[in-house]
């Protein structure tokens, strides 16, 4: 028996994924709405303290879907290598989101910056 015959069992295989891309789908919509508080509560002129806790919320919350696109990519790429399971779509959509997710991790670090003073 080759080790290329054997396939992974799938209720594992569907509870990674399904795991990892419901983590992102909710990380990504958690970013969107603190984004969009974050707007209106600067247009309608919230205390300082309460616009850093938004930029550090936004911040961790794009470091942990960088960690959960890290993943996905790597576990897609096992499967695509291993089981000649090929996503093509998925997996360039986790590529995006791990580098939409860097960026908006820098900027949002660089508003807190540039808020305190600190340039």
Same mark, same amino acid.
């Given at each position: 028996?080759?080790?290329?015959?054997?396939?992974?069992?799938?209720?594992?295989?569907?509870?990674?994924?399904?795991?990892?891309?419901?983590? +992102? %789908?909710?990380?990504?919509?958690? $970013?969107?709405? *603190?984004?969009?508080?974050?707007? !209106?509560?600067?247009?309608?002129?919230? #205390?300082?303290?309460?616009?850093?806790?938004?930029?550090?919320v936004l911040m961790s919350l794009c470091i942990l879907l960088i960690i959960f696109t890290f993943a996905a990519i790597a576990v897609?790429?096992?499967?695509? +290598? %291993?089981?000649?399971?090929?996503? $093509?779509?998925? *997996?360039?959509?986790?590529?995006? !989101?791990?580098?939409?997710?860097?960026? #908006?991790?820098?900027?949002?670090?660089?508003?807190?910056?540039?808020?305190?003073?600190?340039?």
């Amino acid at each position: 028996m080759d080790s290329k015959d054997i396939k992974p069992q799938p209720k594992y295989k569907r509870f990674t994924i399904r795991f990892l891309d419901r983590s +992102i %789908r909710f990380l990504s919509a958690s $970013i969107l709405a *603190f984004i969009v508080f974050y707007v !209106l509560s600067s247009s309608q002129d919230f #205390l300082d303290s309460s616009l850093f806790i938004i930029l550090n919320v936004l911040m961790s919350l794009c470091i942990l879907l960088i960690i959960f696109t890290f993943a996905a990519i790597a576990v897609r790429i096992f499967f695509m +290598i %291993r089981y000649k399971e090929i996503n $093509i779509i998925k *997996f360039l959509t986790d590529i995006l !989101l791990l580098f939409l997710s860097t960026i #908006l991790a820098v900027l949002f670090s660089f508003l807190v910056v540039v808020a305190k003073g600190n340039v």
